[in-house]
């Protein structure tokens, strides 16, 4: 279930779709939407604008039929997703911080990503950005699909590699909404490369 009123930007969807056509080719790809949900069959009927807003429940629907179709069913292709998102985001959108920030100050101002990305979806913020104890937490977003969950966890972690820090094995969402945990923990150890 997820929350009728989170909302995601069209970009969210615009680059993940490229990587999973190109990926698994185009046939591939239509046949995944057509076993989609009805809010993201609805939302893939027309273009997709990137700055548009769509609802979230299109996203969760895309996201759980990328991984039903082309993962292992343990999210490991959305993790994938996430990796290759932030190598886009953070060479385009976001190169900013790649120029101007080093790993601490990155953790710091994930809020300002996820709010460019998501609306009526919790927050995001850096509890903690020390290399042994980084801590990123999304609050109030009980609706998140475990999926978006992975992908996330993806993100993040080719983020910090794409700035110069490398982010060791253990990382991992260590409490999540979707199995009982109070609010989502993304954490992680890091090293300067």
Known sequence: MTDAAAQARGSAFLGLVRFARNEQGRDAFEAMLDDAGPAAQEVFASRIRATHWYPYAALAEFLQGLEAHFGTGDGGYCRRLGEHAAGVDLNTTFSFFVRLYGPERLVKACGRVWSQYYKNAGKMFAERSSPDDTLVVIEGFPGMAKE?????????????RTIGAEVLDDAHERAC?????????????????
Do not use: N, Q, V
Request: net charge positive; charged share 25%.
């Open 148 to 160: 978006h969950c992975k992908l996330m966890e993806g993100w993040m972690i080719a983020s910090m």
């Open 177 to 193: 909404m979707s199995e009982g945990g109070p609010r989502h923990e993304f954490w992680c150890r890091w090293r300067r490369l």
